[in-house]
């Protein structure tokens, strides 16, 4: 009888951690693909648009059960830190960096915007901004305003310029602007064609970018259900956050502080060549009771260096205050979850994170666990929804981040899997 026991354990346990309630797909392993991104289309919820560094995508009309790859091309060049956004009408946008020579710039010079008409079948040469020689322009992200506000479908975009000590006849400038990390934001109103001028957001610098967890980087753009502008980021400071309420034209002059970071937001986590624990941020668009709740999700070490976790903050006054980070991931392995990021379904009201997560294991395995909540971020529900564990290693860049999309239970989450060297990226079919 023991023996039969003991056999049933190590079958559900064999069951338990080898096999996941959704199908996988692999979307592609070609050009090492890293750090990704998904978006669906407003006006059909099966087409959607994905895309990995450095300048590869992917479309889907099948709601992501298969997908075509293509490459990205720009006059502009295209090198990384892709975004995909769509607008109301069903246009995408696909925000990347810069890497082109053709017109005099400089390499990370500027910000580009390609616009796909098509379901991200193809993609237009692109529009830029932010160009501001010799500054570098880094880690942009975007979100395009789908309220109905005076400024539906202006799509706002933001990213961290790192200062470039400058010289003149008597040496280096001793003006500490010129070598510090700053938020800068701009927008534009006519589906992408053209851009403000650059402004800077952010009340305290960072550090120069050759400390990256000292600057300021990571932000996120997010609208709220009036047409509000939120941004929000990591720094030494802790994340933080701005606001604007007339469309991005101007915007708080102080700072504020969503939460503290205890320790650095770049942290080590074995296995994986660098790790950041920047903020996504949602505002619940549907008629739930949570209404118009806006949600900060990050991760950090507060609870120590091998413990890395997933947090939630959440506001109900607009952003000016903020709550207590819940913690988001359910267990209490002291092991580490990482690379979140956070969703709120337009139509339930549900939140979504999809991390990295080791709970199961005492190595560097690692799954890909999909958390949500219904209750507007007071409690979450945990469960592991990639096929089988994976093992990476430190010496192959893996990205900065994860990604996911949702509306009306279709729910895609998107992540690169590393086994050992080999990279690929993935989704999950998750349909609540």
């Not at 090492?32 to 648009?49: K, W």
């Not at 946008?93 to 010079?109: A, I, K």
């Not at 933001?158 to 003006?175: H, L």
């Not at 300021?216 to 701005?242: A, F, H, K, M």
């Amino acid at each position: 009888m023991k023996a039969i026991i003991i056999l049933f354990i190590i079958i559900f346990n064999f069951h338990t951690f080898s096999q996941s309630l959704y199908q996988n797909i692999r979307i592609s392993d070609e050009n090492t693909p890293s750090e990704v991104t998904i978006s669906y289309n407003p006006i059909n919820h099966q087409n959607l648009v994905a895309a990995a560094n450095i300048e590869t995508y992917f479309y889907s009309f099948d709601g992501g059960r298969t997908w075509a790859v293509r490459k990205l091309e720009s006059t502009f060049g295209v090198w990384g830190d892709p975004c995909i956004v769509s607008d109301t009408r069903g246009n995408f946008y696909y925000f990347h960096l810069s890497n082109s020579y053709s017109d005099g710039g400089r390499w990370l010079d500027r910000i580009i915007c390609q616009k796909s008409d098509d379901g991200g079948i193809t993609f237009s040469d692109g529009s830029f901004m932010g160009a501001n020689a010799p500054h570098l322009q880094d880690k942009e992200w975007a979100a395009v305003d789908q309220s109905y506000s005076p400024f539906r479908n202006n799509i706002y975009t933001a990213w961290t310029q790192c200062g470039q000590k400058t010289y003149d006849e008597e040496g280096p400038s001793v003006n500490p602007l010129d070598s510090a990390s700053n938020i800068i934001f701009s927008f534009s109103s006519d589906g992408g064609d053209s851009w403000s001028e650059r402004k800077r957001v952010n009340e305290l610098s960072g550090a120069e970018c050759s400390d990256a967890g000292a600057t300021t980087l990571g932000v996120v753009p997010c609208v709220g259900l009036n047409g509000e502008v939120y941004l929000t980021w990591s720094s030494p400071y802790g994340i933080i956050l701005d606001r604007s309420t007339d469309g991005g034209l101007s915007w708080f002059d102080k700072d504020i502080k969503v939460s503290d970071l205890p320790g650095n937001f770049k942290f080590t986590v074995p296995g994986v060549y660098r790790c950041f624990g920047f903020p996504s941020m949602a505002c619940d668009m549907s008629n739930s009771i949570y209404r118009g709740k806006l949600y900060i999700s990050w991760c950090d070490q507060k609870n120590g260096y091998d413990n890395t976790d997933v947090w939630i903050a959440s506001s109900v006054n607009d952003g000016l205050t903020w709550s207590e980070p819940v913690k988001v991931n359910d267990d209490n392995s002291g092991r580490h979850q990482f690379f979140n990021w956070m969703t709120v379904d337009p139509e339930t009201g549900i939140i979504y994170v999809v991390f990295y997560d080791r709970r199961n294991y005492d190595d560097e395995r690692t799954d890909v666990y999909l958390a949500s909540s219904s209750d507007g971020g007071i409690t979450f529900m945990n469960e592991r929804i990639s096929e089988s564990p994976f093992f990476p290693i430190s010496e192959t860049f893996m990205g900065d981040y994860t990604n996911i999309t949702a509306v009306n239970g279709m729910v895609r989450p998107i992540w690169t899997r590393l086994d050992s060297n080999s990279l690929s990226i993935y989704t999950a079919i998750i349909d609540k």
